[in-house]
């Protein structure tokens, strides 16, 4: 799945309401619950008394009516419940109705059941798990054709009849139950696959792909390990991961403890006895699913499963969710995937806050399909290269295969409706307000909002203010595709009020015309920075646009003054070379003018150093497995991965000052791994390095500190700064988060969809005395005697926008005054 693009949906949808202007209404919107407990009842009967036109609630008990009639009275009709008749007056607000459960007087009977069959048929399903699971034969191959469909849904009539879209009515198509959508993206994709266990081999070649979206939607392919070899919804795995979040499987070993199941029905085939078997969720706020599934009595294997969403309290965004698997048994008995399909609905505001405003959304739909099957094919696995285990490649013409191609390509035949979709979604992107709400998306992806043949950016480095430069404003941009998109140039120009000084910034790149990416940059910066700040955070912040950064909360509430800066002239070489499918090296070659900081001025022998001369070269290596990955020409992002990503970084440099010269090498290694656990995941980072030979402080190893009420996850947020300095390093970064698995039992609490979250950090190093005899340390650099730790727990997901968090500083002692406890804030937004 590809959950980035739902960030991007979510950004694109709020610029498209915020672009609109409200009308009035002639719809009716509400959502109906239980009186006695206030859940939602879905599937509730909704009509005009004495007509025939009405609607059903949906899963989460909303309804929407178009009132086309002269009735005002409307009825409410569910088995187990009384039926209700409403007269509404307000057609602007949605309504809210209960419904009162009927009392039905039964006399006692005694039953008990016996579950002796369902449990037996259970056991003997986990039990031939192992034999059955797909994706655990020795070798194996198949041809994997992929859809993937997007559209807004239920656009608001003022939406439609504003200004933005009111000469484009004819874009907007018309749903099965009269409300009105907008094609936003369309994407097919066929994938060959070959695997093998010993040795571990995997290659997936991308024959063929085709993609229609809006502006960025289209323009961004989440490549590397896509579609090909994840199949994703293997329901023989005890946890099926779907939109980067763990759902309990109904086959898991121990489903017991999560679901009830049910023998509903049986019918004989020619080869053998197939069961339907129910299962419902034993507790509504686990990640679990209801459905059913068709069990083999012979093979104890998996024939189908149609499975939805049991709850969606604990999940953003995520209004409905269903499955529907289906497996084949291949010529030689074993049993493999046939296809695939999920469709979800997405609801993108915050808050819920009635029907009326939550009724726009997202339905998203994927179908897969598998042909060409072999198991323990002949033919070898051939990669590039002996050493790799793992590929991806794309076929040199596989984005420009003709209609003729598909027609015979396609495993699942194109309907009338997606071809319309193609044709939509390329008239759709000439609408001003669409064009406005993508630059608006890109701008947040790529820190620059695009007016034709420049784009302006970064947008967080337009204005700033810090006790050195006071108010800071710059103003910056670089070109556009539009004018290359192998060439680009970039610049800026800032101003500090107190510094009365102007600072800038000016480069060139080129990106190389290959399949693997080869990037080459040149560039000058001219910036206050602050001291210790170098490209080593952006081995774990991997998708920052700078060194520098930024959280929302920090921007504003500082709890001491920032005045640890430098300024610094940078002029820099860099060429990145992608080796193969998640190996990069990048070579830096570098000049630095490092200029002695008002407050923590230079001093070598008692005589004040103006400036330090800087000269380096580095190379750096990155490692990873199995990772997606978006390209948008210069920037990659990376997207995740379910193994660990190391950098590896090696330094040459030589500083010299007031006639003095040191010269000096540097290791340094990052390793960071997010690991699901059930339906929980923690999430590790490790930094270490060492420093070879002299260096001025500014050189060293300063950890990151926090004196802002902000949260960050790599730094140390009970940390001040220039408390300490190290050659020799070793940093531990650990969260644990437990997705709502405490509240989500709580009467009065599991509805708000809090999660628990828990940190440890720790950090040890030691400084060489040599160190002291170059540039004199800051008087607030201490020795670190022993381990510094400091633990946190809190909450995230608090209104689905923040993070908030109580930290202790437990080790050592602070002597300049750093906090031992706070609280501490992120706004960050997740599924």
């Known amino acids: 799945m590809k959950k980035t693009i739902h960030y991007i949906f979510l950004i694109f949808i709020i610029c498209l309401i915020s672009g609109s202007v409200s009308a009035q209404k002639s719809e009716i919107r509400g959502v109906i619950k239980d009186a006695r407990d206030k859940d939602p009842i879905p599937m509730v009967n909704i009509y005009f008394k004495g007509t025939t036109i009405g609607t059903v609630s949906g899963a989460d008990g909303i309804f929407f009516l178009k009132n086309n ?51 037996s048929l259970m056991k003997n399903l986990v039990k031939n798990k192992t034999q059955n699971n797909p994706e655990l034969h020795e070798r194996y ?12 849904t239920n656009v608001d009539s003022s939406i439609m009849q504003s200004n933005n879209f009111r000469n484009h009515q004819s874009l907007f198509r018309t749903a099965k139950d009269g409300s009105r959508y907008l094609p936003v993206y369309l994407s097919e994709q066929v994938v060959n696959n070959e695997f093998q266990r010993k040795p571990l081999k995997q290659k997936s070649t991308i024959v063929a792909d085709k993609t229609k979206g809006l502006g960025v939607l289209g323009d961004y392919e989440i490549s590397g390990y896509t579609s090909g070899l994840d199949m994703q919804y293997n329901f023989y795995t005890n946890f099926i991961k779907i939109f980067e979040e763990n759902f309990v499987s109904p086959a898991a070993t121990n489903g017991w403890f999560y679901y009830n199941y049910y023998i509903q029905d049986s019918v004989m085939t020619d080869q053998s006895k197939h069961f339907e078997v129910l299962f419902v969720p034993k507790r509504k706020h686990d990640k679990v699913f209801r459905g059913t599934m068709w069990i083999d009595e012979d093979g104890f294997d998996i024939v189908k499963i149609n499975a939805t969403l ?9 209004k409905d969710m269903s499955l529907e698997v289906e497996y084949q048994v291949l010529d030689g008995g074993q049993p493999f995937y046939k296809s695939q399909k999920i469709d979800a609905k997405f609801d993108y505001l915050p808050f819920d806050i009635g029907a009326r405003q939550r009724e726009m959304g997202l339905d998203f739909t994927q179908q897969v399909s598998f042909r060409h099957i072999k198991i323990n094919p002949q033919e070898e696995i051939q990669l590039s290269a002996r050493s790799l285990s793992y590929e991806s490649i794309k076929l040199n013409n596989s984005y420009n295969r003709s209609e003729s191609y598909w027609a015979n390509a396609r495993h699942i035949q194109i309907s009338d409706k997606e071809e319309d979709m193609y044709l939509a979604i390329d008239s759709i992107n000439n609408i001003p307000i669409v064009k406005i ?15 034709g043949k420049i784009e302006l950016g970064p947008y967080m480095d337009f204005f700033q203010a810090n006790k050195i430069e006071g108010f800071r404003m710059f103003v910056g941009g670089r070109t556009s595709k539009e004018i290359s998109r192998n060439w680009m140039f970039w610049g800026g120009l800032g101003y500090g009020t107190r510094t ?30 602050r ?20 959280n929302l909360v920090s921007a504003f509430f500082v709890r001491d003054e920032f005045n640890e800066l430098h300024r610094q002239q940078n002029v820099s070489v860099n060429y990145e070379h992608e080796w193969r499918t998640g190996l990069s090296s990048r070579l830096n070659l570098e000049y630095r003018k490092q200029f002695s900081p008002e407050y923590y001025p230079f001093i070598y022998q008692s005589e004040a150093v103006d400036a330090i001369d800087v000269y380096e070269a580095t190379v750096d290596f990155r490692f990873s497995f199995q990772e997606k990955i978006i390209d948008d020409e210069f920037m990659r992002l990376y997207v995740s991965t379910d193994y660990p990503i190391i950098n590896l970084a090696f330094t040459a440099g030589r500083a010299e000052f007031n006639n003095v010269s040191h010269d000096y090498t540097k290791l340094h290694a990052t390793v960071k791994h997010r690991v699901n656990i059930g339906q929980t995941y923690f999430r590790y980072a490790l930094e270490g390095g060492a420093i070879f030979g002299k260096v001025p402080f500014t050189l060293l190893e300063i950890p990151r500190g926090n004196e802002t009420y902000g949260y960050y996850n790599y730094d140390f947020n009970m940390l001040n700064y220039l408390e300490y300095a190290h050659d020799k390093y070793v940093h531990l970064y650990t969260d644990y988060h437990l997705n709502g698995f405490f509240f989500n039992r709580m009467p009065l609490l599991k509805n708000l969809g809090l999660r628990e979250v ?9 400084l060489s005395d040599k160190q002291y005899e170059t540039i004199e340390l800051p008087a607030s650099v201490q020795a670190l005697d022993q381990p510094y730790v400091e633990i946190g727990a809190g909450l995230e997901n608090i209104i689905r926008l923040f993070r908030i968090e109580a930290i202790w500083r437990l080790t050592p002692h602070s002597d300049i005054g750093a906090p031992e406890f706070g609280i501490r804030a992120k706004f960050e937004l997740s599924l």
């Open 437 to 451: 709400a993508d630059n608006v998306t890109r701008m947040f992806m790529t820190g620059y909002y695009d007016i």
């Open 141 to 152: 191959s198949y041809e994997k054709y992929t859809r993937w469909q997007y559209s807004v």
């Open 531 to 550: 001291m210790g700040e170098n490209r080593k955070i952006l081995y774990l912040y991997e998708n920052m646009l700078t060194p520098s950064e930024n």
């Open 500 to 529: 009365k000084r102007f600072t800038g910034a000016s480069g060139l790149g080129y990106k190389f015309k290959t399949p693997k990416r080869k990037v080459f940059k040149l560039f000058y910066d001219d910036r206050y920075i």
């Open 310 to 318: 049991s709850s969606k309290t604990n999940l953003n965004f995520l």
């Open 758 to 766: 828990f940190s440890a950090k720790a950090m040890y190093g030691s």
């Open 69 to 119: 009639t002269n009735v005002d009275t409307l009825v409410f009709s569910s088995i187990g419940y009384q039926n209700t008749e409403l007269a509404y007056a307000d057609k602007k607000n949605p309504i809210t109705v209960f419904l009162q459960p009927e009392d039905v007087e039964l006399t006692e009977v005694s039953v008990k059941p016996d579950d002796s069959r369902i449990r």
